[in-house]
């Protein structure tokens, strides 16, 4: 990473379907090789799944399973004198949404479903109702969070 400059931000377009900047950072990030239509697919194909399930349409669904899944404070490691301190500290809305996007694919792609438009559905209704592999994984953050406030004093 380069100390002279920060990294330009690349403006997202929304996606063509919904018109929704997060449908088009999940399906990025879903990708596998650059086949983005593939990506697309398996998640309108999720989103299409879910709809009506619930009582909301897919997209409702999902941008709900996005925002419960977004952590608040996570760890970073902090160097003093000769030992690593695991120190909390604030996530910003950015990195908390790609780390529910990231955290949502990993849970999606372990569940034991035969496609991955089912396991996509299953874990965006899964995380909308507060459960899930998903959401355990904010858990366990904000719970290691709580468990070394201790080292709090050492953000600077």
Do not use: C
């Amino acid at each position: 990473m380069s100390r002279r400059h920060s990294a330009i931000k690349r403006e997202v377009h929304p996606d063509p379907k919904f018109g929704n900047v997060v449908v088009t950072k999940f399906a990025n990030s879903l990708m596998y090789e650059g086949r983005k239509s593939v990506a697309e697919r398996l998640l309108y194909g999720a989103l299409e799944q879910i709809d009506g399930k619930g009582g909301n349409s897919g997209l409702d669904i999902f941008l709900r399973a996005v925002d419960i899944v977004q952590p608040n404070v996570e760890i970073r490691s902090r160097r003093v004198g000769g030992a690593t301190y695991p120190i909390p500290t604030e996530v910003r809305p950015e990195r908390a949404r790609a780390l529910s996007i990231r955290w949502l694919i990993a849970a999606a792609r372990k569940r034991p479903e035969h496609t991955m438009v089912a396991r996509l559905a299953g874990e965006f209704l899964d995380a909308s109702n507060e459960k899930g592999e998903a959401v355990k994984k904010r858990e366990t953050t904000h719970k290691m969070a709580e468990a070394n406030r201790v080292f709090a004093h050492y953000k600077w």
